[in-house]
C-alpha cells in the first residue's frame, strides 16, 4: 500500500537555514515568541495530519468521488472527507494562522503554507475543501464588515 512521507527535514530545512524565520519573527511583534520549537512542532503536527488522515482518504475520493442527489440538490462527499474535516477543525488547522480576534491561532501564514503544502501532497481533492474555507477568511477579514 502506497505511504505518504511528509518532507519534515527538508521543510526544517528551508525554514531554519535557508528562510532563518525565527530571526525574521522576532522582528515581528505578533511572531516574536514563535521559536524553533513551535515551528519544528506545527511542521511535525501538520505531517502526521496530512500522512495519517488525508492521505488514506484518497482511495475513496477517487473510488466514489462526489455524488449530486438530485431530489435534494445535496452534494455528498466520498466517504471520510467530512470526518477529517471535523479533525481538522479540532485540531486547530483551520485556524492556525488566523487572527486571534477572531478564534485564530495568530501564527505566521508560513506556517500555514507549509500545511497545505503537505496536505497537497497527501491529498489534494481533500484539501480544496479547507482551502476554500480560508479563502472566505481571508476575504472577509480584509474586506469584511463586523456584521459579516
Known amino acids: 500500500m502506497p505511504i505518504y512521507t511528509p518532507p519534515l527535514r527538508d521543510m ?23 521559536d524553533v520549537d513551535t515551528i519544528n512542532a506545527v511542521i511535525e503536527e501538520a505531517g502526521k495530519f496530512a500522512a495519517e488522515v488525508t492521505f ?37 488547522w483551520a485556524a492556525l494562522s488566523c487572527d ?23 491529498n489534494q481533492a481533500w484539501t480544496m475543501y479547507p482551502g476554500l474555507s480560508h479563502g472566505a477568511y481571508e476575504a472577509l477579514h480584509a474586506h469584511g464588515t463586523e456584521e459579516q
Open 12 to 34: 526544517q530545512f528551508v525554514m531554519h537555514e535557508v528562510l532563518k524565520v525565527s530571526d525574521e519573527f522576532k522582528a515581528m511583534p505578533p511572531h516574536a515568541e514563535v
Open 56 to 92: 488514506p482518504l484518497n482511495i475513496s475520493g477517487d473510488t466514489e468521488g462526489c455524488v449530486l442527489d438530485k431530489a435534494t440538490h445535496e452534494v455528498k462527499p466520498p466517504s471520510g472527507f467530512k470526518d477529517a474535516y471535523a479533525k481538522y477543525v479540532e485540531g486547530g
Open 100 to 122: 486571534p480576534a477572531y478564534g485564530g491561532q495568530g501564527l505566521p501564514f508560513v506556517l500555514n503554507q507549509c500545511l497545505y503544502e503537505m496536505m497537497n501532497s497527501a
